[in-house]
């Protein structure tokens, strides 16, 4: 079956720990994105792919960091940096065709 | 900077009644809309898709886009507990991304 994979579902994070976020996907798309969800919020964009090798700054970029060095694949490190990291985190990726984008089932991360 | 933007709600209706989601977006140029459903602690899932002006019906879903009131809807027909659920509206930006509204939260009662 195709489709986008995060891991872990849940994790957990000492303040001052950096922490990496997995996203993979076996849809053959293109691009790929990281969505922050607070309670009650909408989606905000941190980074985004369109290609391997390359990404761009959503929103609120600071703090975060990415690589793409398989089109697969587009993990997401939450560095000490981030002040407030206790979130929902959003995986999509994008056929380049149509806009419709595919979620993963995503990562809940709480700072102790 | 486009925006699209929702009534966070909640919206109530009773189990049977018509459910009717609101989306107004800033951009005159948007030419696409879509709507995703998410459960609580779930992430989003693509609903509907409309990509002209008018009505789109798949099931007992209808999205409605207004082109020259920049506003886009979404009507659920026969609305079931289990349509409780944060739908929110997205348009795309430039480039390559969807920008999402706020979300507005649906309870349907028994």
């Known amino acids: 079956d195709g489709g986008i994979t995060q891991s872990p579902k849940y994790l957990f994070r000492k303040e001052g720990q950096n922490v990496t976020l997995s996203c993979e996907q076996n849809?053959?798309?293109?691009?790929m994105y990281w969505y922050r969800q607070d309670p009650g919020q909408g989606l905000r964009l941190i980074y985004y792919s369109q290609i391997v090798n390359d990404f761009q700054k959503g929103d609120i970029a600071e703090g975060y960091s990415v690589s793409r060095e398989k089109k697969e694949s587009f993990p997401l490190t939450v560095t000490s940096a981030q002040k407030n990291p206790t979130a929902f985190y959003l995986c999509?990726?994008?056929?380049?065709?149509?806009?419709?984008?595919?979620f993963g089932p995503g990562t809940r991360l709480t700072v102790l | 900077q486009k925006e699209v933007e929702q009534n966070s709600g909640p919206l109530s209706v009773p189990e049977g009644a018509i459910a009717s989601l609101n989306c107004t977006y800033s951009d005159r140029g948007s030419q696409s809309f879509f709507w995703y459903r998410q459960y609580s602690g779930k992430s989003p899932e693509l609903i509907m898709s409309i990509y002209s002006n008018g009505d789109k019906e798949d099931g007992r879903f209808t999205a409605q886009l207004n082109k020259a009131s920049q506003y886009v809807s979404l009507l659920i027909r026969d609305s079931q507990p289990s349509d409780s659920a944060t739908y929110l509206c997205a348009s795309p930006g430039w480039p390559d991304k969807l920008i999402f509204g706020t979300g507005t939260r649906l309870q349907v009662f028994p």
């Open positions: 849809l053959n798309h293109d691009a």
């Open positions: 999509a990726s994008w056929t380049g065709d149509s806009y419709e984008q595919f």
